[in-house]
C-alpha cells in the first residue's frame, strides 16, 4: 500500500501528461510552419501540461514528432472559436461548427515541437530480434540503439535532447538532459521522474502502427529540428495612428445616402471584405488588422469607381497595432491617396 503525499496533485499539475496522437499531415505542416498555434478539441485533459507522440495518419505514418501544449483553455464554443479565429484566419467557423453543440470547448496552446525521423519496417524487426536475444524486460520495445536524436537548436540550452524511451511497447522521445540516458531497467511503469516520463499503459504498443510505416526519404524527417512556433502579434498600440500612412483602416465604416463614387487613385488598390451595404464581425474585422489571411470580397483597383464610404472614430472598438483610424468622420475619397499600395477595409459597409 502506498500512501500518496500531500502535493501529489500539485506535482502532478507540473508534469505533462503524454497522449498519442494521429494528425493529418498537413495539419502537422501548418504546425511546423507555426501558422497553426492551437488545437481544438470537444474533449480533453483540463488544468495541466500535455505531451503529444504525433505519428501521421496518411499517406504513411511516420513517428513524427513530439508536442508540447500547455493546459488547456476551457470556454463556450463562441469564446474557443474566436481563439480560433485570431490564431488562424477563416479558421474559426469550422471550429464553431465542430464544438457548437457543446457547452463548452477546449483550445490547446502549442509550446513547442520537436521533430525527428520514423524508422522502416526492417529496422524495426532488426531492433526487436536485437532486443529479444538480449532478454529486454518482457513488454517493451526501445529503439535507443537506432534512433537518431534530434539536432540541438541554437536556441535549445546546450545539453537538450530528444531521447527515445520505451515503455510498455511503446516508443516516444522526451527532451531531457543529454547525461540523463537512463538504462532500459530504470523506466518502469508508475516511476514518476520529472526529467524523465514514461508513457504509461494509455500509450502501448499503438505507436508502432506509426513505427512501422516507411519513413519518408529525404528531406525533413531525415534532418530533425526545434522550432518555436509563431504567434502572430496582438498587442495594442501605445497610441492610435490617426495618419494618413498605412494600409489597414479601421473604425466603424458606413455608406451615407447621396455619397456617390470615388476613383481609386494611381498606385493604390482598395480591399473591402463585406458586400456593399454588409457589416463584418469584430473577429473578422480582427483578421484584417492582423493581416493573417482574410480573403476580400473584393478589390477596387487604380481607376475603378467605389462607393464613396465614410469611416468614423473606433468608439468602443479595440485597435490592432498597424491599423490606422480617424478622429472625425472621414471619407474614402479623402482618405486614399496615389501610391499607397494595397488598402485594407477594416469597416463596416452598411447604407444609411
Known sequence: MVQEGLFDEVERAAIPEPVLM????????????????HEFRRRFLEG?????????????????????WGPAAVDVPERISAIAEEARMGNGVSVLEYVKDLERAYAIPILRV???????????????????????????????????????SPRTPPKEQVKPVA?????????????????????????????VQP??????????????????????????????????????????DHSAAGN???GHGEYRVGSGETIVPEGTSVYVYAEHG?????????????????KPVRIYGPGESIPNYTLKPPVGLTIRQGSHTVDTATSLSELLKRKMGAC?????????
Open 22 to 37: 494521429a494528425l493529418h499531415a498537413e495539419f502537422f505542416d501548418l504546425i511546423w510552419q507555426g501558422l497553426k498555434t
Open 48 to 68: 495541466r501540461p500535455t505531451r503529444w507522440s504525433v505519428y501521421l495518419n496518411a499517406p504513411v505514418s511516420p513517428l513524427a514528432a513530439v508536442i508540447d
Open 114 to 152: 520537436v521533430e525527428y525521423p520514423g524508422m522502416s519496417a526492417d529496422e524495426l524487426r532488426q531492433v526487436l530480434g536485437r532486443l529479444y536475444r538480449r532478454r529486454a524486460m518482457p513488454g517493451s520495445t526501445s529503439i535507443r540503439s537506432c534512433c537518431p536524436r534530434a539536432r540541438e
Open 167 to 195: 515503455v510498455e511497447g511503446s516508443v516516444v522521445g522526451h527532451p531531457v538532459p543529454y547525461h540523463r540516458i537512463d538504462h532500459l531497467g530504470e523506466v518502469r511503469p508508475g516511476v514518476v521522474d520529472p526529467a
Open 199 to 240: 508513457p504509461g499503459p494509455r500509450l502501448r504498443a499503438h505507436l508502432l502502427q506509426g513505427v512501422l510505416a516507411d519513413r519518408r526519404g529525404k528531406g525533413r524527417w531525415t534532418t530533425p529540428e526545434f522550432v518555436d512556433t509563431y504567434m502572430p502579434d496582438f498587442r495594442l498600440p501605445r497610441k492610435v
Open 248 to 250: 489597414r483602416r479601421t
Open 278 to 294: 454588409g457589416k463584418i464581425p469584430d473577429i473578422v474585422g480582427l483578421g484584417i488588422e492582423t493581416g493573417t489571411g482574410r
Open 344 to 352: 485594407h477595409w477594416a469597416a463596416c459597409q452598411e447604407v444609411r
